[in-house]
């Protein structure tokens, strides 16, 4: 902290390029202490990220969208059409509970075969990493997947519904099986209305709201100083008093600001005649949230 007054003290005497060379040096290489010595990583944050990133953007947490089911015969794409005209009842799909893939399942052989009793037998789910090609070509190989939290988005059963018909009239005891089949789900990742989802740079899932954070306006946070109210050309100097002034923005966020302000005529001290008091960008420099009281020896206003 002593060495970092020093470099103030030493660069408030010098030329505003300089000046601005000396302070972007010396925020690269805080920049760069910070970054060594914390146990995090720092991203540089977009605009487009989420507010609590360091972003512009209004965020809130998604949800799972409910499941979807739906059905596949490892038979002929005839036999599965066919199927679903036996069973034209049940609801078209995508269906939202398991129990529709049940009640078509146990549909099909009393409607194809005249069956007396029927069994789906869905009788769980695949778990993680689980992967099923048996019922190639008619049935795409069925794969569940997981998101980087570990979230089931889509999954199977395999099922071998099995049913019984009848051997004589009221006598029900013919055991039959049916096509193998999967029974499959799927769910999503879901916003409100008004937001988009997204994938956050840690790998999970967010929404955003689809417009900027508007930033509020700041009164006197742009960094303005007095033009002495004179024309001002070039880099820019006042042609009234030929007074050089600059500003420059170190740091722009969605909330705060942090501007420098030179002008080579204003060494902000007191006027009543008291020695100048130090300060930490020097003479001719100030910047937006600078703020301070100069006592007046001898009067007893401020």
Request: proline fraction near 7%; glycine fraction near 10%; hydrophobic fraction near 35%.
């Amino acid at each position: 902290m002593k060495a970092l007054l020093v470099y103030l003290i030493r660069a408030s005497s010098v030329s505003p390029a300089l000046m601005n060379r000396s302070i972007a040096g010396l925020l690269i290489a805080l920049v760069v202490l910070v970054a060594l010595c914390s146990p995090f990583n720092f991203a540089i944050a977009a605009t487009t990220d989420c507010i609590e990133d360091g972003g512009q953007r209004v965020c809130t947490k998604p949800f799972l969208s409910p499941w979807n089911y739906g059905f596949c015969i490892g038979n002929s794409l005839s036999t599965t059409t066919a199927a679903a005209n036996y069973c034209s009842a049940i609801d078209p799909q995508p269906w939202m509970s398991e129990n529709k893939v049940i009640a078509f399942t146990e549909c099909l052989p009393v409607q194809q075969f005249g069956a007396c009793t029927a069994q789906a037998n869905l009788t769980g789910w695949a778990g993680p990493g689980s992967s099923d090609s048996s019922l190639l070509p008619q049935c795409a190989t069925h794969t569940v997947v997981q998101d980087t939290q570990g979230n089931e988005l889509i999954g199977y059963s395999r099922m071998s519904p099995t049913f019984q018909t009848y051997s004589s009239p009221g006598v029900c005891n013919v055991p039959g099986n049916y096509y193998g089949m999967f029974a499959k789900r799927t769910r999503q990742w879901t916003c409100p209305a008004g937001y988009d989802l997204f994938t956050k740079a840690s790998g999970v899932p967010g929404c955003r709201r689809n417009t900027l954070l508007p930033v509020a306006p700041c009164v006197g946070c742009d960094g303005s100083v007095n033009t002495g109210g004179g024309a001002s050309f070039g880099n820019p100097i006042q042609v009234g008093d030929q007074t050089k002034t600059q500003t420059q923005t170190d740091y722009s966020g969605p909330v705060l600001r942090f501007v420098r302000s030179y002008r080579s005529r204003d060494e902000y001290v007191p006027d009543n005649g008291q020695t100048y008091l130090p300060k930490g960008l020097g003479k001719q420099w100030t910047h937006n949230y600078e703020r301070r009281i100069y006592p007046f020896t001898g009067n007893a206003y401020l």
